[in-house]
T-cell receptor
Framework: DAKTTQPNSMESNEEEPVHLPCNHSTISGTDYIHWYRQLPSQGPEYVIHGLTSNVNNRMASLAIAEDRKSSTLILHRATLRDAAVYYCIPPNNNDMRFGAGTRLTVKP | GAVVSQHPSWVICKSGTSVKIECRSLDFQATTMFWYRQFPKQSLMLMATSNEGSKATYEQGVEKDKFLINHASLTLSTLTVTSAHPEDSSFYIC????????????FGSGTRLTVV
């Protein structure tokens, strides 16, 4: 079964920041935290990953709690193209089961 | 880098026939690939883990004789839906990991299967 907990849905206004939370309390010490997103009728695409430190890339930022039991994906300025289902996944021994994810709606 | 090609992107078949879906890692070798099924408005459901040169590991409730998986090379895994029925209509997605990296998986673009 999935080892993550995310809100089912979130809404944001265009051009505003979005904070997508994820709880992964059973993560092991060496597992990376990955975030993917899935646009309609497409396969998931990689967004960002991290281990302990906060991470930034051109798509988003990832804030990881000190105890690593939770993380937050930050979209600094949401656009309509960011509307998607966002999944956080802590792969454990190649366990790539997905949770329900968070459906992000971006309003113009 | 780390591109996964999935083919076909969509297919329509008649009940009782078989359909093969291919998943190729184009620029890396993948000892492990994953196959998922996704129904509308639902999350991805892991069907099986495909291991190069050995038998796939199926999730509980997934019929191995109906969903045949072959991972004969380090760049190709195939999923064959045998004797397809309308309830098999779904979005099938594969993923693979570049074993030279310690993180990250790449997903195919998915195959929309419609059984009529």
């Amino acid at each position: 079964d999935a080892k993550t907990t995310q809100p089912n849905s979130m809404e944001s206004n265009e051009e505003e920041p979005v904070h997508l939370p994820c709880n992964h309390s059973t993560i092991s010490g060496t597992d990376y935290i990955h975030w993917y997103r899935q646009l309609p009728s497409q396969g998931p695409e990689y967004v960002i990953h991290g281990l302990t430190s906060n991470v930034n890339n051109r798509m988003a930022s990832l804030a990881i709690a000190e105890d690593r039991k939770s993380s937050t994906l930050i979209l600094h300025r949401a656009t309509l193209r960011d509307a998607a289902v966002y999944y956080c996944i802590p792969p454990n021994n190649n366990d790539m089961r997905f949770g329900a994810g968070t459906r992000l709606t971006v309003k113009p | 880098g780390a591109v996964v090609s999935q083919h076909p992107s969509w297919v329509i078949c008649k009940s009782g026939t078989s359909v093969k879906i291919e998943c190729r890692s184009l620029d890396f070798q993948a000892t492990t690939m994953f196959w998922y099924r996704q129904f509308p408005k639902q999350s991805l459901m892991l069907m099986a883990t495909s291991n190069e040169g050995s038998k796939a590991t199926y999730e509980q409730g997934v019929e191995k004789d109906k969903f045949l998986i072959n991972h004969a090379s380090l760049t190709l895994s195939t999923l064959t839906v045998t004797s397809a029925h309308p309830e098999d209509s779904s979005f099938y997605i594969c993923s693979a990991r570049d074993s030279t990296r310690s993180y990250g998986y790449t997903f195919g673009s998915g195959t929309r299967l419609t059984v009529v």
